[in-house]
């Protein structure tokens, strides 16, 4: 039946010219007939050089949007709409133009993980593997840095400039507390626990590697270690072992799933490449503006 499903979603494919892009987190049945699968700068890169007509995210939908953004000409399908992110969901355009009010010599950089209405008011994006970057590349001596507090604060441990955050977070990634990496320590105290940078500030400062999933990715298959100890979404232990097949994965917390991030299935891919629904579409006034954040990240980095 799975194979029959992948098969005719493979057939679909080439009839209505899509690529399938996968985030790291995804479901492993969604992970094994994408097209790419990667974080969310490189799904964001793939978005925009991609040849096909139609893009199917397997994600959620702030990457939709961004794909729209980034190729209005396209369809972009989202599989499941309500895939949300609830820290996108923290801030509203209305309260990056009150919090400019309040800091006018700031710039402000936000997180991809917000929406197109957001990202349409601030001078640049950013996702967790070139946070640093963009906010060092801006003349700006402050920084308004929106919406992920955990984010902010591993840029203010990075930079000179003085990072002004919102309130937001990744609701999985802040469950973890500094008690549950410490009860891992005591049990595998030689193997390394690498925690992506929207955790607690704490648990960032107690791990022995902090980045993004790619980053993730890439510390594991330089590094000599045979075990790891993974703090970021349990997607990411199926790429990890797919790509590292002798080395060994272990969750930091059983809370690090992101529910969201398993709403899409096999029969939904193939729906919504049968029906070419639901299709993102950001409105082209807020598309291009927002545009300007992005192309500004996709510049710096
Ligand atoms: P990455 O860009 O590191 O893949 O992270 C995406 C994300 O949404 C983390 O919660």
Do not use: G
């Given at each position: 039946m799975k194979s029959e499903i992948k098969e005719a979603i493979k057939k679909l494919k080439k009839e209505k010219d899509a690529v399938i892009?996968?985030?790291?987190?995804?479901?492993?049945?969604?992970?094994d007939i994408a097209d790419f699968v990667g974080d969310s700068y490189d799904l964001s890169k793939k978005a925009a050089s991609s040849q096909a007509d139609v893009i199917v995210f397997c994600g959620v939908y702030f990457m939709a949007e961004t794909a729209s953004i980034l190729s209005p000409q396209k369809i972009v399908i989202l599989p499941e709409k309500t895939a949300g992110c609830p820290l996108a969901d923290t801030i509203e355009a209305e309260d990056v133009r009150e919090i400019r009010t309040r800091h006018p010599e700031a710039a402000v950089v936000c997180y991809v993980n917000s929406s197109a209405a957001v990202k349409a008011e601030c001078d640049a994006c950013c996702t967790s593997s070139n946070a640093v970057k963009v906010v060092n590349s801006l003349p700006h001596k402050e920084v308004i840095f929106v919406p992920d507090k955990n984010l902010a604060n591993y840029v203010s441990l990075n930079t000179i400039k003085e990072i002004i955050p919102w309130k937001g977070c990744c609701n999985t990634h802040h469950r973890v507390t500094i008690e549950d990496?410490?009860?891992?320590?005591?049990?595998?105290?030689?193997?390394?626990i690498l925690v992506h940078p929207e955790c607690r500030p704490e648990v960032v400062e107690e791990a022995d590697f902090v980045g993004g999933t790619t980053a993730i990715m890439n510390f594991v298959k330089k590094s000599c270690h045979e075990k790891f100890i993974i703090g970021t979404e349990m997607g990411m232990l199926y790429p990890l072992q797919k790509q590292n097949p002798d080395k060994?994965?272990?969750?930091?917390?059983?809370?690090?799933?992101?529910?969201?991030?398993?709403?899409?299935?096999?029969?939904?891919?193939?729906?919504?490449?049968?029906?070419l629904e639901p299709q993102i579409k950001v409105p082209p006034g807020i598309a291009e503006k927002a545009l300007k954040a992005v192309n500004k990240m996709l510049e710096v980095s």
């Open positions: 892009l996968a985030h790291n987190y995804q479901i492993e049945d969604i992970q990496l410490w009860k891992v320590r005591e049990l595998y105290p030689d193997t390394p060994e994965f272990f969750l930091l917390s059983q809370k690090l799933i992101c529910p969201n991030m398993k709403k899409i299935s096999l029969e939904q891919v193939y729906h919504s490449l049968k029906n």
